[in-house]
Each structure stands twice: as structure tokens, then as C-alpha cells.
């Protein structure tokens, strides 16, 4: 075993109990604490997973820490507005919050399964064509939390129909019959 | 019936919203583990008019994992892309609704 190795463990293990000491701040009962302990998390964990990436290879661990390290303190100063009393928090806004921040997550997930295919794998572009599905129905989602339904409900209908299109057109057109 | 027309319709949008969101978070989580191999197969529908196969077939493609290439009107034959391999019954739950609604 070389030295950087080692290090990397030995930091591997320090995050990891940083982690578990952030989460016991954070369930302390007032917000404040809530949010120092969040945010120490967020940073911990997306340490660890590129941590993760450069000991065993697993490719689409940095784009996850990506999101955490830009979505980690955004969510906190926004959380942090609220405390100070700058926003309206009514039951609403969650739930349109949670919404909006469900569709991100969905649409994250189907920009890194878009890519992590490779492109000698069978039939890849009917994969590629269902993984686009969860992108729009994260974006249907989001148009209907945005108060925008009538574009929700025709995008709802009219994207079948693209995806049933280009599916057609690459099963007579590209794709080779025995 | 009318009346049961209306009721099955109603039915077949609570099947197809828990179907998509079933299928939304199963095609979520097969994107981070990399459980993917796609699969064409084909489908026989009991359904015999073409505006009831046709929505039979825009749900199919709604449902995040499924997506039909093909329909064949008279013999009643979808072919269908799914993400991994699946039986007949899994692709098309909201048939039965669709039958009711429509024929």
C-alpha cells in the first residue's frame, strides 16, 4: 500500500465521523442548528463521494457531489432567509417547494443516466429514450407547481407521441433485421 | 352505460398517475445502478377500435420505461421497447379501464 492511499482512508474515516457528528447537531430541536448541522453534512458527503470515485472508480459520483456542493448552500441560505423572517412560509409554498426541488432531483438523475450508457450497448437508444421520459415528467411536474398547467397538460399529451417517433422511425430506419 | 363509461374513465387516470409514478421511480433508481437492458416484445391487446388503441398506446409511451414502436390495427399486435425484460401483464395494467371506457 502507497502512502496516498492510506491518507485517503485515514480521511475517509474522519469524514464519515464528521458526518454522524453533523447529524447529531441537527437533531437538536431549534432551526439554527438544523442548518449548521445540514450544511456540514452536505459538504462531508460530497467530499466522500469523490473520495469514493477516486478509490474504487465509480464514474457518476462526481456529478452527485457536483449537485450537492451547488444545491448544499443555496438550500441553506434560502433556509436561512426564512429563519430571518424575510419570506412567507405558508403550506402552499412547501408544497410547491417540494415540488420544484422533487422535479430537480428527477431531472439530475436523467441527465447523469443519459450520459453513463455507453454507446456499443444494445438497443442503447431505446434506453436513452426512456430515461428522457423521467425528464419529462419532472418538467410536467414542474410546470404544474409553477402555475402552469395548460403547457403541463399539452406537453403531458404531445410527448408520447415525439418518443413513439423517434422509436418508429430508429426501428425501421437504423436498426438492422436478421 | 353511460354512468359506468364516466366511472371507468376516472379510474383509468388514478391507474395511469400510480402507474407513472410507479414507473418514474423505478426507471429513476435502475438509472443509478445501471440495471438497464432493453427488450422488444410484442403485445396482443383485446382491444378491437383504433381510438381506444391508440390511447392503449400513448400510455404505454407515457409510462417512463415502456414505449411502443408499433401498432398494427387489424391484428391487434403492439410491439413494445421496455427497459428491462417484462411480462405482458406489467406493460399494460389500465387495459381493463381503457376497455371499459371505450368498447
Known amino acids: 500500500m502507497d502512502i496516498l492511499l492510506i491518507s485517503e482512508y485515514i480521511l475517509m474515516a474522519s469524514l464519515a465521523i464528521f458526518a454522524i457528528a453533523s447529524i447529531r447537531i441537527a437533531t437538536r430541536k431549534t432551526i439554527g442548528m438544523g442548518l449548521v448541522g445540514v450544511s456540514g453534512l452536505s459538504i462531508a458527503v460530497a467530499t466522500l463521494l469523490v473520495l469514493i470515485q477516486e478509490v474504487y472508480g465509480i464514474a457518476f459520483c462526481r456529478d452527485i457531489a457536483l449537485a450537492l456542493v451547488i444545491l448544499g448552500p443555496v438550500g441553506t441560505i434560502a433556509f436561512a432567509k426564512v429563519l430571518r423572517g424575510d419570506l412567507m412560509l405558508d403550506a402552499l409554498t412547501i408544497v410547491r417547494s417540494i415540488f420544484l426541488i422533487l422535479a430537480s432531483v428527477l431531472i439530475l438523475l436523467s441527465a447523469i443516466g443519459i450520459l453513463r450508457f455507453k454507446d456499443d450497448m444494445d438497443k442503447v437508444v431505446y434506453a436513452r429514450i426512456h430515461i428522457l421520459g423521467v425528464a419529462d415528467m419532472g418538467c410536467i411536474l414542474a410546470l404544474f407547481a409553477l402555475y402552469n398547467p395548460l403547457l403541463g397538460a399539452a406537453y403531458l399529451i404531445l410527448s408520447p407521441f415525439a418518443a413513439h417517433a423517434i422509436a418508429n422511425a430508429f426501428y425501421y430506419g437504423e436498426e438492422n433485421h436478421d | ?103
Open chain 2, 1 to 103: 352505460m353511460f354512468i359506468t363509461r364516466i366511472f371507468y374513465g376516472i379510474a383509468y387516470f388514478v391507474v395511469l398517475i400510480y402507474e407513472i409514478i410507479k414507473a418514474e421511480l423505478d426507471v429513476a433508481l435502475r438509472t443509478i445502478n445501471g440495471d438497464v437492458k432493453p427488450e422488444i416484445m410484442e403485445i396482443e391487446t383485446v382491444l378491437v377500435r383504433p381510438i381506444s388503441q391508440t390511447i392503449l398506446a400513448n400510455s404505454i409511451t407515457l409510462t417512463p420505461g415502456t414505449l411502443s414502436i408499433d401498432l398494427d390495427s387489424e391484428k391487434r399486435i403492439l410491439k413494445v421497447a421496455t427497459i428491462v425484460k417484462r411480462d405482458k401483464d406489467a406493460v399494460i395494467p389500465f387495459e381493463p379501464y381503457i376497455k371499459g371506457m371505450l368498447e
